[in-house]
């Protein structure tokens, strides 16, 4: 009877300790969605501009360069791949209505990759641009 006791005891603090640490980390994410949606100075959240370059720039794409995104971000786990996909595309949009592209090229995209993604993100990058051979000469000034 005492042992069970012991391990119900044991049982509870693991359980407790495991729901607080998944409402922490759950807590987290919402907490960065949060912010990414509270307006700025000009009234625009960062998700609304991320909305705006996509829908301004989605004719812009051909497939080909479409196809390379999606490789880029293969990598990034299913559940947060859509939201990765989003915020790059967002970034080569912003990049090809600041220079008034006509189409999206391969160099926005890689270039929109590199800006819009943590350094630790580069090394698959660099990987599968080897893999592509695509000369990785002119961004090196991005990746460092």
Known sequence: MYQFAEWTQWLIIFW??????MMGIGGFFMF?????????????SELDWQDQ????????????????????????????????RQKIAGKIGEL???????SITQDLVIRGYIIATPKRDYKFLIKALREKKIDLSPYEGLLS
């Open 32 to 44: 960065r969605k949060f912010l990414k949606r509270l307006p700025k100075e000009d009234g625009m």
């Open 96 to 102: 090809a209505l600041e220079e008034n592209a006509s």
């Open 16 to 21: 407790t300790v495991f729901l607080v640490t």
């Open 53 to 84: 370059y996509i829908e301004k720039t989605k004719h812009l794409w051909p497939d080909e360069q479409k196809l390379l995104l999606e490789d880029l971000v293969r990598p990034v786990p299913e559940l947060f791949r859509d939201i990765a």
